[in-house]
């Protein structure tokens, strides 16, 4: 059976398991942003980011001949990455600040097109975008981990709790601080 664009992540990795290099690619191309994205966010440096993206990837790579489906396929890439932040954590044990810039000053997000929207607009969707992203650096880790595994990872509470190893009671706890912690400073800023 061949694989398409609309085939599943799970198909895609069953794929690449049995020998499929295209299959991980396309895994790849649909993952890669906001896998990266997590990883800078969680560990606020851009060359600790780049390193465990990398090294997630290679990860997966040699986790595929034993991969069975058991969740969604974001779970499984999402909780490879979340012990290599633990790994980290556990070897660095310190904190550096969120930069809105990578190392070369390019944006990290893509930004929507400037063309499209009248300056101030563009100005206070900046200084928007710039205070969430404060935000989100000052949120617990716990906390702040489970809102990006939501928004960059698209995850459910459930596979967020399989993820990072928690009760599902847990994960919606700390999405729930988080978000209302997101949403008081959004409100308090204005």
Not at 93 to 109: M, N, R, Y
Not at 149 to 156: D, F, I, R, T, Y
Not at 169 to 189: C, D, F, I, P, V
């Amino acid at each position: 059976m061949a694989w398409n664009a609309e085939s599943s992540d799970e198909e895609l990795m069953l794929h690449y398991r049995d020998g499929d290099a295209g299959a991980f690619e396309a895994l790849y191309a649909r993952h890669k942003g906001g896998l990266y994205r997590y990883l800078l966010r969680q560990c606020r440096n851009a060359a600790a980011a780049e390193e465990l993206f990398q090294d997630v990837w290679m990860n997966l790579i040699r986790a595929r001949a034993g991969y069975t489906v058991q969740a969604r396929f974001t779970t499984f890439l999402y909780r490879v990455a979340h012990n290599r932040l633990v790994d980290h954590y556990r070897k660095s044990k310190q904190a550096t600040v969120v930069s809105l810039e990578d190392e070369d000053g390019e944006a990290i997000a893509d930004p929507p097109d400037e063309r499209e929207r009248p300056q101030d607009e563009t100005l206070d969707a900046k200084r928007q975008a710039g205070r969430l992203m404060e935000l989100i650096s000052e949120l617990p880790e716990t906390q702040r981990e489970a809102f990006l595994l939501q928004q960059e990872g698209g995850m459910s509470v459930e596979e967020i709790a399989q993820a990072t190893g928690v009760s599902r009671e847990t994960a919606k706890s700390r999405l729930r601080y988080a978000m209302s912690k997101l949403r008081r400073g959004m409100l308090e800023w204005r």
